[in-house]
């Protein structure tokens, strides 16, 4: 693939935790997602998803 000075791209990222343990705050349950677009002319990837579920501490 050719270099270009004339791309774009947009990334997005989140994450919550939907309940927290009240003993300790530090612990709990929540979501994660990512997602991101780019111009499919000059990027070998022209998307990408990415979700789950997770446990933190």
């Known amino acids: 693939m050719a270099r270009s000075s004339d791309s774009w791209s947009l990334y997005w990222n989140t994450d919550q935790y939907l309940s927290v343990d009240r003993s300790d ?11 991101g677009i780019a111009d499919d002319n000059t990027n070998p990837l022209s998307y990408f998803l990415s979700a789950g579920l997770g446990v933190g501490r």
């Open 25 to 35: 705050p530090s612990r709990g349950w929540g979501y994660f997602a990512r997602a």
